[in-house]
């Protein structure tokens, strides 16, 4: 009964979605900036 250090992939998946959300705004709000400073 020892406990594994290794995640399931599901939870790398749901990390990877997660940084991908956060990554598409961020890219999202500079886009925005930009645009509305011109």
Same mark, same amino acid.
């Given at each position: 009964? *020892? #406990? &594994? /250090?290794? %995640?399931? %992939? &599901?939870?790398?998946?749901?990390?990877? *979605? /997660?940084?991908?959300? *956060?990554?598409? /705004?961020? #890219?999202?709000?500079r886009?925005?900036? #930009?645009? /509305?400073?011109?």
């Amino acid at each position: 009964m *020892g #406990v &594994s /250090a290794v %995640p399931e %992939p &599901s939870t790398y998946a749901a990390i990877f *979605g /997660a940084l991908a959300l *956060g990554a598409v /705004a961020v #890219v999202r709000r500079r886009r925005t900036a #930009v645009l /509305a400073q011109n």
